[in-house]
Protein backbone atom coordinates (compact mmCIF):
# COMPACT_ATOMS: atom_id res chain seq x y z
CA UNK A 1 0.00 0.00 0.00
CA UNK A 2 1.28 3.38 -1.18
CA UNK A 3 0.55 6.48 1.02
CA UNK A 4 -0.45 9.77 -0.67
CA UNK A 5 1.07 12.51 -2.35
CA UNK A 6 2.64 14.76 0.25
CA UNK A 7 0.51 17.94 0.41
CA UNK A 8 1.81 21.51 0.68
CA UNK A 9 2.45 22.62 3.79
CA UNK A 10 -1.11 22.49 5.79
CA UNK A 11 -1.88 23.93 8.96
CA UNK A 12 -2.72 21.42 11.34
CA UNK A 13 -4.91 22.95 13.54
CA UNK A 14 -8.67 24.53 12.05
CA UNK A 15 -8.13 28.01 13.96
CA UNK A 16 -5.06 28.30 11.66
CA UNK A 17 -6.84 27.14 8.55
CA UNK A 18 -10.51 27.14 8.17
CA UNK A 19 -11.21 29.16 11.07
CA UNK A 20 -8.34 31.87 11.05
CA UNK A 21 -10.76 34.68 10.34
CA UNK A 22 -12.68 34.56 13.21
CA UNK A 23 -9.90 34.01 15.87
CA UNK A 24 -7.30 36.12 13.66
CA UNK A 25 -7.40 38.83 16.58
CA UNK A 26 -6.07 36.76 19.31
CA UNK A 27 -2.73 35.95 17.29
CA UNK A 28 -1.56 39.16 17.26
CA UNK A 29 -1.16 38.59 21.49
CA UNK A 30 -0.92 34.36 21.72
CA UNK A 31 1.33 33.40 18.89
CA UNK A 32 4.92 32.41 19.29
CA UNK A 33 5.65 35.45 17.73
CA UNK A 34 3.14 37.63 19.97
CA UNK A 35 4.88 36.30 23.02
CA UNK A 36 8.21 37.43 21.42
CA UNK A 37 7.30 40.72 21.12
CA UNK A 38 6.09 41.04 24.69
CA UNK A 39 9.39 39.36 25.70
CA UNK A 40 11.48 42.50 23.68
CA UNK A 41 9.37 44.50 25.74
CA UNK A 42 10.18 43.67 28.94
CA UNK A 43 13.58 43.20 28.48
CA UNK A 44 13.92 46.94 27.00
CA UNK A 45 11.65 48.54 29.39
CA UNK A 46 14.01 46.67 31.97
CA UNK A 47 17.14 48.55 30.35
CA UNK A 48 15.42 52.04 30.23
CA UNK A 49 13.87 51.15 34.42
CA UNK A 50 17.40 50.31 35.20
CA UNK A 51 19.04 53.50 33.54
CA UNK A 52 16.61 56.05 34.28
CA UNK A 53 17.78 55.56 37.93
CA UNK A 54 21.62 55.72 37.15
CA UNK A 55 22.01 52.37 38.38
CA UNK A 56 26.11 51.37 38.22
CA UNK A 57 27.29 54.27 36.51
CA UNK A 58 24.74 54.44 33.60
CA UNK A 59 22.66 57.24 32.58
CA UNK A 60 19.26 57.90 31.39
CA UNK A 61 18.64 57.77 27.74
CA UNK A 62 17.86 60.99 25.64
CA UNK A 63 14.40 61.20 24.39
CA UNK A 64 15.20 60.02 20.97
CA UNK A 65 17.18 56.94 22.32
CA UNK A 66 14.04 56.03 24.57
CA UNK A 67 12.22 56.03 21.56
CA UNK A 68 14.45 54.28 19.39
CA UNK A 69 15.03 51.66 21.54
CA UNK A 70 11.03 51.65 21.96
CA UNK A 71 11.44 50.78 18.51
CA UNK A 72 12.56 47.63 18.94
CA UNK A 73 9.15 45.78 20.01
CA UNK A 74 6.93 48.85 18.43
CA UNK A 75 7.84 47.73 15.00
CA UNK A 76 8.34 44.04 15.62
CA UNK A 77 8.17 42.44 12.93
CA UNK A 78 8.58 39.55 10.12
CA UNK A 79 12.82 40.39 10.11
CA UNK A 80 12.73 39.76 14.11
CA UNK A 81 10.75 36.79 13.52
CA UNK A 82 12.86 35.46 11.55
CA UNK A 83 16.00 36.11 13.36
CA UNK A 84 14.97 34.67 16.68
CA UNK A 85 14.11 31.14 14.56
CA UNK A 86 17.68 31.31 13.72
CA UNK A 87 19.30 32.44 16.73
CA UNK A 88 17.27 29.85 18.91
CA UNK A 89 18.40 27.15 16.66
CA UNK A 90 21.70 27.37 18.03
CA UNK A 91 20.91 28.53 21.43
CA UNK A 92 18.25 26.14 22.16
CA UNK A 93 16.65 28.81 24.69
CA UNK A 94 13.82 30.67 23.33
CA UNK A 95 14.41 33.59 26.18
CA UNK A 96 18.11 33.67 25.43
CA UNK A 97 17.54 34.60 21.86
CA UNK A 98 15.62 37.24 22.93
CA UNK A 99 18.19 38.65 24.63
CA UNK A 100 20.58 38.36 22.05
CA UNK A 101 18.11 39.87 19.57
CA UNK A 102 18.01 42.90 21.82
CA UNK A 103 21.81 43.03 22.62
CA UNK A 104 22.20 43.02 18.41
CA UNK A 105 20.21 45.64 17.56
CA UNK A 106 21.64 47.90 21.22
CA UNK A 107 24.70 47.52 18.82
CA UNK A 108 23.24 49.02 15.97
CA UNK A 109 21.42 51.87 17.34
CA UNK A 110 24.98 52.83 18.73
CA UNK A 111 23.68 51.99 22.42
CA UNK A 112 26.37 49.89 23.19
CA UNK A 113 27.27 51.42 26.95
CA UNK A 114 24.18 50.03 28.32
CA UNK A 115 24.32 46.55 26.55
CA UNK A 116 25.20 44.86 30.36
CA UNK A 117 21.88 46.11 31.44
CA UNK A 118 19.73 43.41 28.84
CA UNK A 119 18.43 40.62 31.11
CA UNK A 120 20.07 41.97 34.06
CA UNK A 121 19.91 39.50 36.79
CA UNK A 122 16.89 38.03 35.13
CA UNK A 123 15.90 34.29 34.90
CA UNK A 124 13.60 33.57 32.32
CA UNK A 125 10.63 33.76 33.87
CA UNK A 126 10.88 37.08 35.21
CA UNK A 127 10.77 37.89 31.13
CA UNK A 128 8.11 35.00 30.65
CA UNK A 129 5.86 35.92 33.32
CA UNK A 130 5.77 39.56 32.64
CA UNK A 131 5.47 38.74 28.81
CA UNK A 132 2.69 36.19 29.53
CA UNK A 133 1.13 38.98 31.77
CA UNK A 134 1.23 41.04 28.99
CA UNK A 135 0.04 39.23 26.18
CA UNK A 136 -2.92 37.36 28.46
CA UNK A 137 -4.10 40.34 29.44
CA UNK A 138 -4.33 41.92 26.34
CA UNK A 139 -5.85 39.13 24.34
CA UNK A 140 -8.84 38.88 26.93
CA UNK A 141 -9.34 42.76 27.19
CA UNK A 142 -8.78 43.92 23.31
CA UNK A 143 -10.11 40.96 21.86
CA UNK A 144 -11.94 37.93 24.08
CA UNK A 145 -13.99 40.12 26.60
CA UNK A 146 -15.50 42.82 23.48
CA UNK A 147 -17.00 39.23 22.10
CA UNK A 148 -18.39 38.38 24.95
CA UNK A 149 -19.66 41.41 25.70
CA UNK A 150 -21.22 41.78 22.07
CA UNK A 151 -23.08 38.20 22.89
CA UNK A 152 -24.25 39.61 26.16
CA UNK A 153 -25.79 42.53 24.48
CA UNK A 154 -26.95 40.59 21.71
CA UNK A 155 -28.81 38.14 24.54
CA UNK A 156 -29.90 41.36 26.19
CA UNK A 157 -31.50 42.75 23.38
CA UNK A 158 -33.36 39.69 22.11
CA UNK A 159 -34.91 39.57 26.07
CA UNK A 160 -35.94 42.93 25.65
CA UNK A 161 -37.92 42.48 23.06
CA UNK A 162 -39.38 39.74 23.86
CA UNK A 163 -39.88 40.49 27.32
CA UNK A 164 -43.85 39.72 26.78
CA UNK A 165 -43.49 36.96 24.83
CA UNK A 166 -45.48 34.52 27.40
CA UNK A 167 -44.28 30.97 26.71
CA UNK A 168 -44.50 27.32 28.43
CA UNK A 169 -41.54 26.76 30.89
CA UNK A 170 -40.45 22.97 31.05
CA UNK A 171 -39.08 21.46 34.22
CA UNK A 172 -37.44 18.42 33.81
CA UNK A 173 -38.97 18.45 30.58
CA UNK A 174 -42.33 18.79 31.63
CA UNK A 175 -44.99 21.69 31.17
CA UNK A 176 -44.07 24.01 33.72
CA UNK A 177 -45.39 27.34 35.13
CA UNK A 178 -45.35 29.61 32.41
CA UNK A 179 -42.71 32.46 31.98
CA UNK A 180 -41.62 34.83 28.89
CA UNK A 181 -38.92 34.63 26.06
CA UNK A 182 -37.13 37.49 27.36
CA UNK A 183 -37.08 37.19 30.96
CA UNK A 184 -35.38 32.99 30.26
CA UNK A 185 -33.11 35.17 28.06
CA UNK A 186 -32.29 37.58 30.54
CA UNK A 187 -31.38 34.78 32.91
CA UNK A 188 -28.55 33.97 30.77
CA UNK A 189 -27.75 37.75 30.30
CA UNK A 190 -27.47 38.03 33.89
CA UNK A 191 -25.66 35.00 34.76
CA UNK A 192 -22.72 36.06 32.22
CA UNK A 193 -22.62 39.57 33.59
CA UNK A 194 -21.63 38.10 36.44
CA UNK A 195 -19.18 36.18 35.19
CA UNK A 196 -17.57 38.96 32.86
CA UNK A 197 -17.39 41.32 35.92
CA UNK A 198 -15.42 38.71 37.61
CA UNK A 199 -12.93 38.62 34.75
CA UNK A 200 -12.25 42.30 34.44
CA UNK A 201 -11.48 42.57 37.77
CA UNK A 202 -8.59 39.48 37.59
CA UNK A 203 -5.24 40.50 38.15
CA UNK A 204 -2.32 39.56 35.63
CA UNK A 205 0.71 39.08 38.01
CA UNK A 206 4.26 38.94 37.12
CA UNK A 207 7.19 38.09 39.11
CA UNK A 208 10.92 39.80 38.88
CA UNK A 209 13.05 38.60 41.22
CA UNK A 210 15.69 36.20 40.19
CA UNK A 211 16.56 32.63 40.10
CA UNK A 212 15.05 31.54 42.56
CA UNK A 213 13.16 34.35 43.74
CA UNK A 214 14.90 36.21 46.10
CA UNK A 215 17.25 38.66 44.53
CA UNK A 216 20.44 37.51 45.29
CA UNK A 217 22.26 38.38 42.26
CA UNK A 218 20.72 41.85 42.55
CA UNK A 219 21.81 42.07 46.03
CA UNK A 220 25.30 40.91 45.31
CA UNK A 221 25.47 43.75 42.89
CA UNK A 222 24.13 46.65 44.46
CA UNK A 223 23.17 45.83 47.98
CA UNK A 224 21.82 48.99 48.82
CA UNK A 225 19.16 49.08 46.06
CA UNK A 226 15.48 48.36 47.75
CA UNK A 227 15.26 45.69 44.70
CA UNK A 228 12.13 44.84 45.70
CA UNK A 229 10.15 48.14 45.25
CA UNK A 230 12.37 48.57 41.88
CA UNK A 231 11.07 45.42 40.81
CA UNK A 232 7.20 46.65 42.09
CA UNK A 233 7.36 49.80 40.32
CA UNK A 234 8.89 48.35 37.03
CA UNK A 235 6.35 45.74 36.74
CA UNK A 236 3.35 48.01 37.74
CA UNK A 237 4.55 50.59 34.80
CA UNK A 238 4.00 47.71 32.13
CA UNK A 239 0.51 47.85 33.17
CA UNK A 240 0.35 44.74 35.32
CA UNK A 241 0.24 43.48 38.57
CA UNK A 242 3.30 42.42 40.56
CA UNK A 243 4.22 38.97 42.68
CA UNK A 244 6.55 39.68 45.77
CA UNK A 245 6.67 35.53 46.87
CA UNK A 246 7.56 33.42 44.32
CA UNK A 247 10.18 30.86 43.72
CA UNK A 248 11.67 30.98 40.32
CA UNK A 249 8.38 31.40 38.70
CA UNK A 250 5.29 32.80 38.81
CA UNK A 251 2.84 30.88 41.04
CA UNK A 252 0.31 30.78 38.18
CA UNK A 253 -2.44 31.47 40.32
CA UNK A 254 -3.85 34.31 38.76
CA UNK A 255 -4.43 32.51 35.70
CA UNK A 256 -5.76 29.30 37.02
CA UNK A 257 -8.61 32.00 38.21
CA UNK A 258 -8.95 33.09 35.19
CA UNK A 259 -8.86 30.17 32.90
CA UNK A 260 -11.67 29.16 35.27
CA UNK A 261 -13.97 31.92 35.25
CA UNK A 262 -13.54 31.70 31.71
CA UNK A 263 -14.12 27.92 31.30
CA UNK A 264 -17.42 28.85 33.40
CA UNK A 265 -18.45 31.48 31.19
CA UNK A 266 -17.99 28.61 28.07
CA UNK A 267 -20.69 26.83 30.71
CA UNK A 268 -22.75 29.31 30.67
CA UNK A 269 -23.15 29.85 26.92
CA UNK A 270 -23.39 25.63 26.46
CA UNK A 271 -26.30 25.96 28.40
CA UNK A 272 -27.56 28.92 26.10
CA UNK A 273 -26.69 27.27 23.27
CA UNK A 274 -28.13 23.71 24.04
CA UNK A 275 -31.60 25.89 24.86
CA UNK A 276 -31.71 27.87 21.93
CA UNK A 277 -31.44 24.44 19.61
CA UNK A 278 -33.77 23.01 21.48
CA UNK A 279 -36.08 26.30 21.02
CA UNK A 280 -35.77 26.20 17.29
CA UNK A 281 -36.32 22.26 17.74
CA UNK A 282 -39.54 22.85 19.37
CA UNK A 283 -40.25 25.80 17.01
CA UNK A 284 -40.10 28.66 19.41
CA UNK A 285 -37.68 29.53 17.13
CA UNK A 286 -37.71 30.05 13.41
CA UNK A 287 -34.45 30.35 11.70
CA UNK A 288 -33.64 33.27 9.17
CA UNK A 289 -32.72 31.45 5.46
CA UNK A 290 -28.82 32.88 4.68
CA UNK A 291 -28.89 33.30 1.04
CA UNK A 292 -27.02 30.34 -0.96
CA UNK A 293 -26.57 28.47 2.24
CA UNK A 294 -27.08 24.57 2.13
CA UNK A 295 -28.67 22.79 5.66
CA UNK A 296 -28.34 19.19 4.15
CA UNK A 297 -26.55 17.58 1.60
CA UNK A 298 -29.51 15.45 0.70
CA UNK A 299 -32.90 17.22 2.17
CA UNK A 300 -33.20 20.67 0.48
CA UNK A 301 -35.75 21.79 2.90
CA UNK A 302 -33.62 21.95 5.71
CA UNK A 303 -31.95 24.74 7.71
CA UNK A 304 -29.82 23.58 10.46
CA UNK A 305 -28.98 25.10 13.46
CA UNK A 306 -25.08 25.15 12.54
CA UNK A 307 -24.14 27.89 14.74
CA UNK A 308 -25.43 26.63 18.02
CA UNK A 309 -24.06 23.35 17.47
CA UNK A 310 -20.35 25.11 16.36
CA UNK A 311 -20.38 27.13 19.44
CA UNK A 312 -21.23 23.94 21.80
CA UNK A 313 -18.63 21.94 19.76
CA UNK A 314 -15.47 24.47 20.42
CA UNK A 315 -16.90 25.69 24.30
CA UNK A 316 -16.31 21.91 25.04
CA UNK A 317 -13.30 21.94 23.33
CA UNK A 318 -12.02 25.60 25.08
CA UNK A 319 -13.12 23.99 28.32
CA UNK A 320 -11.40 21.17 28.29
CA UNK A 321 -7.80 22.89 27.56
CA UNK A 322 -8.79 25.42 30.12
CA UNK A 323 -9.24 22.74 32.88
CA UNK A 324 -6.12 21.33 31.98
CA UNK A 325 -4.37 24.94 31.89
CA UNK A 326 -5.60 25.32 35.39
CA UNK A 327 -4.76 21.93 37.02
CA UNK A 328 -1.27 21.55 35.00
CA UNK A 329 -0.30 25.57 35.82
CA UNK A 330 -1.08 25.38 39.65
CA UNK A 331 1.63 23.01 40.15
CA UNK A 332 5.49 23.23 40.13
CA UNK A 333 7.77 20.97 41.35
CA UNK A 334 9.90 22.61 44.13
CA UNK A 335 10.80 25.98 42.62
CA UNK A 336 10.72 25.35 39.31
CA UNK A 337 10.08 22.45 36.35
CA UNK A 338 9.17 23.13 32.73
CA UNK A 339 5.47 21.69 32.22
CA UNK A 340 4.38 25.38 32.72
CA UNK A 341 6.60 26.42 29.23
CA UNK A 342 4.80 23.51 27.13
CA UNK A 343 0.95 24.19 28.57
CA UNK A 344 1.42 28.07 28.58
CA UNK A 345 1.56 27.70 24.47
CA UNK A 346 -1.82 26.22 24.54
CA UNK A 347 -3.77 29.31 25.93
CA UNK A 348 -4.15 30.81 23.07
CA UNK A 349 -5.58 27.57 21.54
CA UNK A 350 -7.73 27.91 24.16
CA UNK A 351 -8.76 31.16 23.91
CA UNK A 352 -9.19 30.34 20.46
CA UNK A 353 -11.60 28.10 20.37
CA UNK A 354 -13.81 29.96 22.74
CA UNK A 355 -13.39 33.00 20.85
CA UNK A 356 -15.14 30.83 17.89
CA UNK A 357 -17.68 29.39 20.00
CA UNK A 358 -18.58 33.71 20.53
CA UNK A 359 -18.53 34.35 16.98
CA UNK A 360 -20.83 31.53 16.08
CA UNK A 361 -23.10 32.19 19.15
CA UNK A 362 -23.45 36.22 17.95
CA UNK A 363 -24.42 35.50 14.31
CA UNK A 364 -26.65 33.08 15.24
CA UNK A 365 -28.62 35.03 17.72
CA UNK A 366 -29.65 37.41 14.75
CA UNK A 367 -30.55 34.52 12.52
CA UNK A 368 -33.27 33.68 14.33
CA UNK A 369 -37.16 34.42 14.51
CA UNK A 370 -39.23 34.23 17.73
CA UNK A 371 -42.56 32.18 16.99
CA UNK A 372 -45.38 33.84 19.12
CA UNK A 373 -47.88 31.69 17.66
CA UNK A 374 -46.23 28.52 18.12
CA UNK A 375 -45.40 29.52 21.76
CA UNK A 376 -49.34 30.30 22.10
CA UNK A 377 -50.33 27.12 20.87
CA UNK A 378 -48.09 25.80 23.24
CA UNK A 379 -49.78 27.28 26.17
CA UNK A 380 -53.12 26.83 25.04
CA UNK A 381 -52.59 23.13 24.64
CA UNK A 382 -51.53 23.04 28.88
CA UNK A 383 -54.14 24.66 30.57
CA UNK A 384 -53.61 22.30 33.57
CA UNK A 385 -50.02 24.15 34.60
CA UNK A 386 -52.97 26.78 36.49
CA UNK A 387 -53.09 24.22 38.98
CA UNK A 388 -50.37 25.80 41.08
CA UNK A 389 -52.42 29.17 40.75
CA UNK A 390 -55.58 27.80 41.72
CA UNK A 391 -54.42 25.50 44.71
CA UNK A 392 -52.28 28.68 45.99
CA UNK A 393 -55.00 30.82 46.06
CA UNK A 394 -57.54 28.23 47.78
CA UNK A 395 -54.43 28.39 50.22
CA UNK A 396 -54.84 31.47 51.07
CA UNK A 397 -58.66 31.28 50.77
CA UNK A 398 -58.91 29.19 53.65
CA UNK A 399 -55.95 31.26 55.66
CA UNK A 400 -58.47 34.35 55.70
CA UNK A 401 -61.40 31.79 56.40
CA UNK A 402 -63.22 32.13 53.01
CA UNK A 403 -62.88 28.17 52.29
CA UNK A 404 -63.33 25.06 54.17
CA UNK A 405 -61.81 22.84 51.48
CA UNK A 406 -58.94 21.13 53.69
CA UNK A 407 -56.38 19.59 50.83
CA UNK A 408 -56.28 21.83 48.09
CA UNK A 409 -52.89 20.23 46.76
CA UNK A 410 -54.61 17.07 46.58
CA UNK A 411 -57.36 18.53 45.34
CA UNK A 412 -55.67 19.91 42.01
CA UNK A 413 -53.33 16.69 41.70
CA UNK A 414 -56.32 14.48 41.37
CA UNK A 415 -58.05 16.51 38.95
CA UNK A 416 -54.10 17.08 36.21
CA UNK A 417 -51.99 15.05 37.20
CA UNK A 418 -50.85 13.13 34.04
CA UNK A 419 -53.93 14.71 32.14
CA UNK A 420 -54.86 17.21 29.79
CA UNK A 421 -57.05 19.79 31.39
CA UNK A 422 -58.86 22.24 28.92
CA UNK A 423 -60.02 26.15 29.40
CA UNK A 424 -63.79 24.85 29.34
CA UNK A 425 -63.00 22.14 32.12
CA UNK A 426 -60.45 24.32 34.24
CA UNK A 427 -63.21 26.99 34.47
CA UNK A 428 -65.76 24.81 35.14
CA UNK A 429 -64.12 23.53 38.24
CA UNK A 430 -63.30 26.90 39.51
CA UNK A 431 -66.87 27.81 39.48
CA UNK A 432 -67.73 25.23 42.03
CA UNK A 433 -64.38 25.97 44.10
CA UNK A 434 -65.38 26.96 47.78
CA UNK A 435 -63.30 30.42 47.55
CA UNK A 436 -64.28 33.83 47.91
CA UNK A 437 -66.03 35.79 44.60
CA UNK A 438 -62.75 37.93 43.95
CA UNK A 439 -60.77 35.15 44.55
CA UNK A 440 -62.56 32.77 41.66
CA UNK A 441 -63.00 36.57 39.28
CA UNK A 442 -59.16 36.15 39.67
CA UNK A 443 -59.12 32.38 38.61
CA UNK A 444 -61.42 32.57 35.76
CA UNK A 445 -59.59 35.75 33.90
CA UNK A 446 -56.39 33.75 34.05
CA UNK A 447 -54.93 31.63 30.94
CA UNK A 448 -51.80 29.69 30.61
CA UNK A 449 -50.54 32.98 28.65
CA UNK A 450 -51.24 35.76 31.20
CA UNK A 451 -49.93 33.07 34.50
CA UNK A 452 -46.13 34.46 33.93
CA UNK A 453 -45.91 36.76 37.06
CA UNK A 454 -43.17 39.18 37.25
CA UNK A 455 -41.64 37.77 33.48
CA UNK A 456 -41.94 40.88 31.74
CA UNK A 457 -40.79 43.06 34.36
CA UNK A 458 -37.52 41.07 35.73
CA UNK A 459 -35.97 41.96 32.56
CA UNK A 460 -35.64 45.53 33.67
CA UNK A 461 -32.62 44.28 35.90
CA UNK A 462 -30.42 44.10 32.76
CA UNK A 463 -30.20 47.50 33.34
Known amino acids: MTSASALPPQPLSPLDGRYRTAVAGLSDYLSEAGLNRARVEVEVEWILALSDRSLFGSAPLTDDQRESLRGLYRDFGQAEIDWLAEKEAVTRHDVK ?4 LVRDRLASLGLDAVAELAHFACTSEDINSASYALTV ?91 PEVSRAFIESLGIDFNVLTTQIESHDWQVELYDRVRHAGGILHNLATDIWTYIAMGF ?97 NWE ?44 FVRTLDVGDAAKERLLTLTPATYTGLADRLVDELG
Open 137 to 227: KRAVEYVWLPKLRAVISAIGDLAREHRDAAMLSRTHGQPATPSTMGKELAVFAWRLERVAKQIEGGEYLAKFSGATGTWSAHLAAAPEVDW
Open 97 to 100: AVEY
Open 385 to 428: VLAEAIQTVVRAEIVAGRSEITDPYALLKELTRGRRVGGTELAE
Open 285 to 381: FAQIPVAGATGSSTMPHKINPIRFENAEANLEIAGGLFTTLASTLVTSRMQRDLTDSTTQRNIGVAFGHSLLALDNLQRGLTEISLSRDVLLADLDA
